[in-house]
Nanobody, 122 residues
Framework: QVQLAESGGGSVQAGGSLRLSCTGS????????MAWFRQAPGKKRDMITT????????YYSDSVKGRFTISRDNAKNTLYLQMNSLKPEDPSLYSC???????????????WGQGTQVTVSS
């Protein structure tokens, strides 16, 4: 059973940085595509960045391009999201996801973490 667990969330001042981690277990390395999503209270969850597990090819949404960086540490079986220049208007709940779908970004994701909160103060 594939399981994902996020960590690294917390409070940060506007303009500051945080690095989120997503550690996989139960065969996570078999996933072809991994992604980070974020969600504001009362709003739908939006995909912001993806990475191919084999080639490392990445995708970024316009909302985070130039500020966020997705990466993987294969030895630690961990996905990272480096977030710079954080803004109070950035949605607060960050979740990681994975799928074995052949394309990335994928149309759906089978495995999800429970999410971690990021609060940006002005």
């Amino acid at each position: 059973q594939v399981q994902l667990a996020e960590s690294g969330g917390g409070s940060v001042q506007a303009g500051g940085s945080l690095r989120l981690s997503c550690t996989g277990s139960g065969g996570t390395s078999s996933a072809d595509c991994m992604a980070w999503f974020r969600q504001a209270p009362g709003k739908k969850r939006d995909m912001i960045t993806t990475i191919r597990t084999d080639s490392g090819r990445t995708y970024y949404s316009d909302s985070v391009k130039g500020r966020f960086t997705i990466s993987r540490d294969n030895a630690k079986n961990t996905l990272y999201l480096q977030m710079n220049s954080l803004k109070p208007e950035d949605p607060s709940l960050y979740s990681c996801a994975a799928t074995r779908f052949l394309i990335c970004p994928a149309p759906h994701y089978n495995y999800w973490g429970q999410g971690t909160q990021v609060t940006v103060s002005s």
